[in-house]
T-cell receptor
Framework: AQKITQTQPGMFVQEKEAVTLDCTYDTSDPSYGLFWYKQPSSGEMIFLIYQGSYDQQNATEGRYSLNFQKARKSANLVISASQLGDSAMYFCAMREGLSGGYNKLIFGAGTRLAVHP | DAGITQSPRYKITETGRQVTLMCHQTWSHSYMFWYRQDLGHGLRLIYYSAAADITDKGEVPDGYVVSRSKTENFPLTLESATRSQTSVYFC???????????????FGDGTRLSIL
């Protein structure tokens, strides 16, 4: 079974608008962390934002925020005021607790975002 | 401030050859990781290291060897390269990857390896 599911292979958004990239996860471990990474066409992986399973508030980092719905096991990334430079591949990743092998990040398949002027 | 650097960026070699991918980080991070990225599989963990001289297998370790004699370096060796090892390889490091830590993994720019 997929541990991390990103159901949107590709997304389009108009510049300056907000966009939500979906991520659902599957774990039975009560302690886990969720990460979002951006991979531009140049290939590097850039860390964007982190949400811990015990965090009471949704994480925010500048124009990035995480819509964390624990009961639904979803951790959607919201990018506000999209910019052309936001065009990239976006990966959701999870780190489980002891029961899941906490030494690794489990990645989703990614969502390719295209920002149009 | 280079952070984490991988070399070479691109490499073409032949099946059966040994090839080593280098990873160097300047942050003195304890934890280092090697991933491979393939279409349809996303990123998968090959090996990781919690500290110098401590390494362990990840999800897809077969055909790879790692070492970590110094904190800042974590080379990955393909002992006898096969076509199935054609991939993009990423090295990553983290200052704290203990259970419950919120520190992320920071990635290098990747090495694109083609095996003919």
């Amino acid at each position: 079974a997929q541990k991390i599911t990103q159901t949107q292979p590709g997304m389009f958004v108009q510049e300056k608008e907000a966009v939500t990239l979906d991520c659902t996860y599957d774990t039975s471990d009560p302690s886990y962390g969720l990460f979002w990474y951006k991979q531009p066409s140049s290939g590097e992986m850039i860390f964007l934002i982190y949400q811990g399973s015990y965090d009471q508030q949704n994480a925010t980092e500048g124009r990035y925020s995480l819509n964390f719905q624990k009961a639904r096991k979803s951790a959607n990334l919201v990018i506000s005021a999209s910019q052309l430079g936001d065009s990239a591949m976006y990966f959701c990743a999870m780190r489980e607790g002891l029961s899941g092998g906490y030494n690794k990040l489990i990645f989703g398949a990614g969502t390719r975002l295209a920002v149009h002027p | 401030d280079a952070g984490i650097t991988q070399s070479p960026r691109y490499k073409i070699t032949e099946t059966g050859r040994q090839v080593t991918l280098m990873c160097h980080q300047t942050w003195s991070h304890s934890y280092m990781f090697w991933y491979r990225q393939d279409l349809g599989h996303g990123l998968r963990l090959i090996y990781y290291s919690a500290a110098a001289d401590i390494t362990d297998k990840g999800e897809v370790p077969d055909g790879y060897v790692v070492s970590r004699s110094k904190t800042e370096n974590f080379p990955l060796t393909l002992e006898s390269a096969t076509r199935s090892q054609t991939s993009v390889y990423f090295c990553a490091s983290s200052s704290g990857w203990d259970l419950g830590s919120n520190q992320p993994q920071h990635f290098g720019d990747g090495t694109r390896l083609s095996i003919l």
